[in-house]
């Protein structure tokens, strides 16, 4: 039986929760890695990934078909330029903003223990592509289906 801390990464890269949002998505792309565990006093308190990132790029979706009254006609150019300036404030905004507003805070974890099929079955069930490795609750390394899979080819 391989155990997680045969095939797991100590070296982990991670973030604050108080780090950018733009300062995280840098470090996914420096890195060249598609998640993150968010560390506060070496405590993992969230998980950030690619996906929650992109999530911030999708356009509010529009519901049922509206026509405006005769009265609205006049005020729709102003509405449409309302809202036009509100979407350009938040695109700015959104690289400023804390990692702690979209990152995951229900956070699948494993400990170095545990066996490889463990990990697996944990990252199916919850459908996660890392599990940070804790134990005695601090963050120790990090496993992601790679590792899992570079370990059975190995074995």
Not at 46 to 68: A, N
Request: proline share 5%; with cysteine; net charge negative.
């Amino acid at each position: 039986m391989i155990k997680v801390k045969e095939i797991m990464n100590s070296n982990v890269i991670y973030c604050d929760p108080s780090a950018t949002i733009s300062s995280t998505a840098q470090l996914l792309k420096e890195h060249d890695i598609s998640g993150v565990p968010v560390v506060k006093n070496n405590v993992v308190v969230g998980v950030v990934s690619e996906v929650d990132l992109l999530k911030l790029l999708e356009l509010p979706k529009h519901g049922d078909l509206w026509l405006p009254s005769p009265f609205e006609v006049i005020e729709i150019p102003i509405r449409e330029l309302i809202s036009w300036e509100e979407t350009k404030k938040m695109l700015t905004d959104i690289g400023s903003r804390p990692v702690s507003d979209i990152m995951k805070k229900d956070v699948s974890m494993i400990s170095s223990e545990d066996s490889i099929e463990d990990a697996s079955e944990l990252m199916s069930r919850h459908k996660v592509h890392r599990l940070p490795v804790i134990d005695n609750g601090k963050l120790v390394g990090i496993v992601t289906r790679g590792d899992i899979i570079r370990g059975i080819a190995s074995a």
